[in-house]
């Protein structure tokens, strides 16, 4: 990222339900980081399934931003309606002899044989990497579209974790980009609309921090620059559960009844170290005292006020 750039931020939401803390907390440090160096803050419906996500969910999100005074600067077009976009950087990759059809079903991905990480992720051995014209057409069955990686290790100084490598050939192998009933995938499109928003710093869940090299390599195949990356702890309730959409008790929906938003702003600032004692707090009177060095690196245990 170019020192003398304005900061380009993002919160990009899946509308499938309504807000819970974690999600408030990301969006609440991506607005903090831009708008404390006085950039803009561009937001992003991630609707690429459209049977779990809807505009009515999509327009309750907006609502609880502006409540919460995360105010953004530009909206860009919603993940379903960019279908002809992805198509086009698909057809790149493709020209370029980087896709490749695979047949593997899921259960063969995940079976014990397969090759796994530490942590239980798959790595695709390139089952289909080389198949002949005759054994592909001996599936009766449509093919998901992988994207070839090459053996080489992708580094980023994470604003939060530190240093991260991945070698994307032995850490994760060739990844898909289009799925088998043609949905074009996370990793392709959160790509494209980063690199023509003209991102610079995205900032989300530390459980995503695997995915920067992935989206760094595509990166470097579309001509896009590599943005800054903050990836930060997972906020947990009070009893240590990972909060999930599921909890009503902490979602957006129940909190407006009987919270200002002030109150979540300072418990989020109070939870993640950049307030040392609770105190209700605006969003914008935050902005001025952040601090990447004051959060706290580890998952963040929320502190309920009141």
């Not at 992003?44 to 309750?60: C, H, I, K, P």
């Amino acid at each position: 990222m170019e020192a003398c750039k304005t900061p380009v931020g993002r919160f990009a939401p899946t509308p499938s339900g309504r807000m819970h803390l974690g999600n408030v907390f990301a969006a609440l440090i991506a607005w903090l980081s831009v708008k404390s160096r006085n950039g803009s803050f561009v937001l992003r419906m991630e609707d690429l399934d459209v049977q779990r996500t809807s505009e009515e969910f999509a327009s309750q999100l907006r609502d609880d931003l502006r409540w919460l005074g995360l105010s953004w600067d530009l909206e860009t077009p919603a993940q379903s309606t960019r279908s002809a976009v992805y198509q086009r950087y698909w057809e790149q990759l493709r020209d370029a002899d980087l896709l490749y059809p695979c047949y593997c079903t899921r259960s063969q991905l995940h079976s014990v044989n397969a090759p796994h990480l530490s942590d239980g992720t798959y790595v695709y051995p390139g089952t289909c990497r080389n198949l002949s014209d005759a054994q592909k057409s001996a599936f009766q069955r449509a093919p998901a579209w992988r994207v070839k990686v090459p053996d080489k290790d992708y580094c980023l100084t994470d604003l939060c974790q530190g240093v991260f490598s991945q070698n994307l050939s032995r850490d994760c192998g060739d990844f898909v980009v289009q799925r088998a009933d043609g949905v074009f995938v996370y990793q392709l499109a959160v790509t494209v609309d980063d690199g023509e928003a003209g991102v610079t710093e995205v900032v989300r869940g530390v459980d995503l921090l695997g995915s920067a090299p992935r989206q760094m390599y595509l990166q470097e195949l579309f001509g896009f620059p590599h943005p800054q990356y903050g990836h930060i702890p997972l906020l947990v309730a009070p009893d240590g559960r990972r909060l999930s959409k599921r909890d009503k008790d902490l979602d957006l929906g129940t909190l407006r009844l009987h919270k200002k938003p002030e109150e979540i702003i300072g418990c989020l600032a109070h939870s993640c170290g950049l307030l040392e004692a609770y105190q209700p707090i605006s969003a914008a009177e935050l902005a001025g005292d952040f601090s990447w060095k004051k959060l706290k690196m580890d998952n963040i245990k929320l502190q309920i006020q009141g």
